[in-house]
């Protein structure tokens, strides 16, 4: 089994570079020791968790998709279906089904912010597309 990178530098390395795949070149980085907790969350969440070979970035995108919907978090998760549709990893069809999945999950008193995130991230994804 591989163990992935060894040392901080490698794993910060990495951890970067699915970053950036994740939410795009643009993304905001910091130089090591800027931020104690952004080299954190380079090592150890994009460097070990994200990178990890069982689950494609698409899939894990949906879990995480599920946990900020339940979370309440449609400020990230707006976030989220930005990146998804400009990465490709779902149309937009696929994005309005995503959010017709987890309505019923998170309860229709926060339909409404889940549905306005997801219909905003698609229609800025149409406006770049034109």
Do not use: C, K
């Not at 969350?41 to 339940?70: N, Y």
Request: cysteine-free.
């Amino acid at each position: 089994m591989d163990t992935g990178p060894v040392d901080d530098d490698e794993r910060r390395a990495l951890g970067l570079d699915v970053y950036r795949q994740v939410y795009g070149d643009d993304a905001v980085t910091m130089e090591p020791g800027q931020a104690d907790f952004f080299d954190l969350m380079m090592g150890h969440l994009f460097g070990e968790v994200w990178a990890r070979p069982a689950l494609a970035i698409d899939a894990r995108r949906l879990l995480v998709m599920g946990v900020l919907a339940a979370q309440h978090r449609f400020d990230i998760l707006g976030l989220q279906f930005s990146r998804t549709l400009a990465n490709g990893e779902l149309s937009v069809e696929q994005v309005r089904e995503v959010a017709i999945q987890l309505i019923p999950y998170i309860g229709y008193p926060s339909s409404g912010d889940l549905y306005r995130v997801s219909e905003t991230a698609i229609a800025t994804h149409l406006e770049s597309a034109s």
